[in-house]
C-alpha cells in the first residue's frame, strides 16, 4: 500500500492564481481530511469528508473547495491563492469512526508571493 | 477560539529522563484523545490514544494519562530516546458529534544525548 499521497510536494502560486492540491489513498479509507500547519498554530482543520460524496467545512474553510467523488481521492481546491495561504497542507485518512487514528499524507508546502 | 491546547511550544529532556508533554481542552464533548508525532518534512504519524472511559493507557515506553475533571491530558515517555526529538500535537474528537478531529498548537521535544 501507497497509503496516503499528495502531489506536488512544492508549489509557489502568484496571488490571484487558481490550483488543485491533489491527495489519495489507498486503505479504503471512509474519512478524509485537509489541514494547514503554520508556525504557532498547529494543524487546523480545513475541510473534511465522510464518504464519497459528502464533504463538510473545518475550522478554516474560507478560500478552499473539496469535493469527493471517489472514495479514493479528496482534492483541494484554491480558487483564488492570497499570501495568508502560504502553508503546509496535509491530508489524512480513517477508516471513519471517531475513534480511528488518521493516516496523514507527507505534505505540499505551498508559498503564494 | 482554540478548543486544544498545548502551552508549552517546547521542551528540552536529558536522555534516559522522562518526557511529559501536557495538553488541556475546553470541549467537554471530546471524548477520544490522540497523540501524534512530527518529524520535519514529514506528515505527523499516530502515537497512541485513549478514550474518556480510560484514565490510563500504555504502550512501550509512552503512557497517556486523562483527567477528565481538569480537562488535561498529558503523554509520559519513559526513557527519552534522541530518536524521540520530533514535534509532539494531542488531538481531540467528539465520536458523537461530526467526525471532527480538532489538534493542539504542538510541542517540540529535544532529547539531549
Known amino acids: 500500500n501507497a497509503g496516503v499521497t499528495q502531489t506536488p510536494k512544492f508549489q509557489v502560486l502568484k496571488t490571484g492564481q487558481s490550483m488543485t492540491l491533489q491527495c489519495a489513498q489507498d486503505?479504503?479509507?471512509?474519512?478524509m481530511s485537509w489541514y494547514r500547519q503554520d508556525p504557532g498554530m498547529g494543524l487546523r482543520l480545513i475541510h473534511y469528508?465522510?464518504?464519497?460524496?459528502?464533504?463538510d467545512q473545518g475550522e478554516v474553510p474560507n478560500g478552499y473547495n473539496v469535493s469527493r467523488s471517489t472514495t479514493e481521492d479528496f482534492p483541494l481546491r484554491l480558487l483564488s491563492a492570497a499570501p495568508s495561504q502560504t502553508s503546509v497542507y496535509f491530508c489524512?485518512?480513517?477508516?471513519?469512526?471517531?475513534?480511528?487514528?488518521?493516516?496523514f499524507g507527507p505534505g505540499t508546502r505551498l508559498t503564494v508571493t | 477560539d482554540q478548543q486544544v491546547k498545548q502551552n508549552s511550544p517546547s521542551l528540552s529532556v536529558q536522555e534516559g529522563r522522562i518526557s511529559i508533554l501536557n495538553c488541556d481542552y475546553t470541549?467537554?464533548?471530546?471524548?477520544?484523545f490522540l497523540w501524534y508525532k512530527k518529524y520535519p518534512a514529514e506528515g505527523p504519524t499516530f502515537l497512541i490514544s485513549?478514550?474518556?472511559?480510560?484514565d490510563k493507557n500504555e504502550d512501550g515506553r509512552f503512557t497517556v494519562f486523562l483527567n477528565k475533571s481538569a480537562k488535561h491530558l498529558s503523554l509520559h515517555i519513559v526513557p527519552s530516546q534522541p530518536g524521540d526529538s520530533a514535534v509532539y500535537f494531542c488531538?481531540?474528537?467528539?465520536?458523537?458529534?461530526?467526525?471532527?478531529?480538532?489538534f493542539g498548537t504542538g510541542t517540540r521535544l529535544k532529547v539531549l544525548a
Open positions: 486503505m479504503n479509507h471512509e474519512y
Open positions: 485513549i478514550s474518556s472511559i480510560k
Open positions: 469528508s465522510v464518504g464519497a460524496g459528502i464533504t
Open positions: 488531538a481531540a474528537s467528539a465520536t458523537s458529534g461530526t467526525y471532527k478531529y480538532i
Open positions: 470541549n467537554s464533548m471530546f471524548d477520544y
Open positions: 489524512a485518512s480513517s477508516r471513519g469512526t471517531s475513534y480511528d487514528e488518521q493516516y
